[in-house]
């Protein structure tokens, strides 16, 4: 089966069965290895991409779901590290192992988008799906912050 999509702007035709994953539609029909397999059940976070700019975990999105929408992968961001997320995160130096971190950026990418100044429960709500199993979380918190003021002020 065929399927069209847009990922990160730009259109793909992928062949796969309907209710293959997106992640490895991502992963291995497109070769985009930035998202992460983590559990496998939604749970940990590590697969975060956005559709139509909502965060999903891409391990149980069939790809019949994501047909004809907009994929955002952690490629999206930026080519050189530039976005104000990833910019804060290693000014915080949040990543450890960085097992977790694409789909914590996604996450933190997602609550930016809608809410410029977001306070510790909006955050804590927004990144509540994300496991770092190295418990950076918080300095998670403190990129997410200086994130969102950089952003304020551009």
Request: glycine share 8%; hydrophobic share 35%; aromatic share 4%.
């Amino acid at each position: 089966m065929t399927t069209k999509l847009n990922v990160n702007g730009r259109a793909v035709t992928v062949t796969a069965e309907a209710d293959t994953p997106l992640l490895w539609v991502i992963r291995d029909e497109l070769g985009m290895t930035g998202t992460k397999f983590g559990c496998g059940a939604a749970l940990c976070g590590a697969c975060t991409v956005h559709l139509d700019g909502k965060p999903v975990r891409s391990c149980q999105t069939p790809l019949s779901v994501a047909a004809g929408k907009k994929v955002s992968t952690i490629e999206s961001l930026s080519n050189n590290n530039s976005h104000p997320l990833q910019v804060a995160w290693i000014k915080h130096d949040v990543p450890q192992c960085g097992y977790c971190q694409s789909g914590q950026l996604m996450s933190a990418a997602a609550l930016l988008s809608s809410n410029k100044n977001p306070s510790d429960a909006d955050i804590d709500t927004a990144m509540s799906g994300n496991i770092c199993r190295c418990g950076t979380y918080p300095r998670i918190k403190a990129a997410i912050k200086d994130a969102a003021s950089s952003m304020r002020k551009a």
